[in-house]
């Protein structure tokens, strides 16, 4: 049943238990605890939250259908931008992603990234007057044929240096069937750069080996950027790129690797990009089935989250974190909470934390 109580207080002060790198028990004690309270709802499919520069305090949900709402002291009060009628939805398909130019108060600009009617991902920019979105604006920026209905990917984050990224999965079906994820040639299975804000930007490809970036993001303090690629049938992983190797090509090893292990050794190994270990892997155990990504909080509310990432599982909506550094995690995963159905994580312009549920609902993150 969908939880509608005003906070589910799940804290997590007795240890628990999270596959964390074999697929063993790597539970940890923690002297604190987190819950997530619900702060708003009423939302078909959210999947992404964010804020525009300039206006920490107001949240813009994208929502899967092809809306996107503004929320504002846990109310919506608006339609930012609707454009279902190019939008094809369901399964993994939608509108799946968001981002504010970092210039957004003068230039007035945002990205979308969607499946169109035809099936294939797109991405566009569109710009805003009177603090809406005109649907009449979009310019198309990329537009990537997809050969089946799932890993899409979708993510869109601008890094600290003002470049864009979009995260593509490796084109769907099972296990790569056509060996996308390692082919320089395809766009699919892979994490791609722009350079300009013009409609015939370059777009670089800056790591590959990816099955389905579902979602990703850049640590505010540093720029170190954070993967949780959605794994296969046994393994799933949260990858991790210093600031400093974001222009040495990456690869993640889908799909002759899933997690630390071989996956499929007829499926050739590029020589093409370092090889990356994920700095976490956990099995399907205890429910748990597909990563979503997460962020680093840097908030100040929560003195306790300062550094952690927190990540989930849209099957148990289990909750975990760690605390990073500068080589990636530097502790054992704990538990940090539930949300049902989880679909995702965002920001605000205060650095607070919030997790969405494909059930409606929109929960912060809270010490205790």
Request: glycine share 14%; aromatic share 12%.
């Amino acid at each position: 049943m969908p939880r509608t109580a005003r906070s589910f207080a799940l804290s997590v002060i007795v240890a628990g238990c999270i596959a964390a790198t074999c697929g063993g028990s790597d539970a940890a004690s923690s002297p604190f605890s987190f819950s997530w309270t619900q702060v708003a709802t009423g939302f078909p499919s959210p999947v992404f939250v964010t804020s525009a520069p300039g206006d920490p305090d107001t949240l813009y949900v994208v929502e899967q259908p092809g809306e996107i709402k503004i929320v504002q002291g846990g109310t919506i009060t608006g339609t930012f931008l609707d454009i279902r009628n190019i939008v094809e939805s369901g399964g993994e398909r939608g509108l799946l992603s968001m981002a504010f130019s970092p210039q957004y108060a003068t230039n007035h600009l945002f990205y979308v990234s969607y499946t169109n009617l035809q099936g294939n991902s797109r991405v566009a920019v569109y710009h805003s007057s009177g603090g809406i979105g005109d649907p009449s604006s979009g310019q198309s920026l990329l537009e990537l044929h997809q050969p089946y209905k799932n890993h899409n990917g979708g993510q869109l984050q601008f890094d600290n240096r003002g470049y864009l990224y979009i995260g593509f999965g490796d084109g769907g079906s099972s296990g790569d069937p056509q060996e996308h994820a390692q082919d320089m040639s395809s766009d699919l299975g892979k994490l791609l750069r722009s350079h300009t804000t013009t409609p015939d930007r370059h777009w670089k490809i800056v790591a590959l080996g990816l099955r389905n970036p579902w979602r990703f993001s850049f640590d505010p303090a540093n720029d170190n950027l954070w993967i949780g690629d959605v794994g296969q049938a046994t393994w799933e992983e949260v990858d991790f790129r210093a600031a400093a190797k974001l222009d040495t090509l990456a690869n993640y090893g889908w799909s002759h690797y899933e997690g630390n292990s071989v996956f499929n050794p007829a499926h050739t190994l590029s020589s093409a990009g370092e090889l990356t270990w994920p700095v976490l892997a956990y099995g399907h155990v205890n429910g748990k089935c597909a990563i979503m990504g997460g962020d680093v909080y840097r908030g100040s509310a929560i003195p306790v989250a300062q550094g952690r990432y927190f990540y989930g599982d849209y099957c148990s909506g289990a909750i975990s974190s760690f605390t990073t550094g500068p080589r990636g995690r530097t502790s054992p995963a704990m538990p940090s909470g539930n949300v049902p159905a989880l679909s995702g994580f965002g920001t605000n312009g205060h650095g607070d934390l919030f997790a969405l549920s494909l059930k409606g609902q929109i929960y912060e993150l809270e010490a205790g």
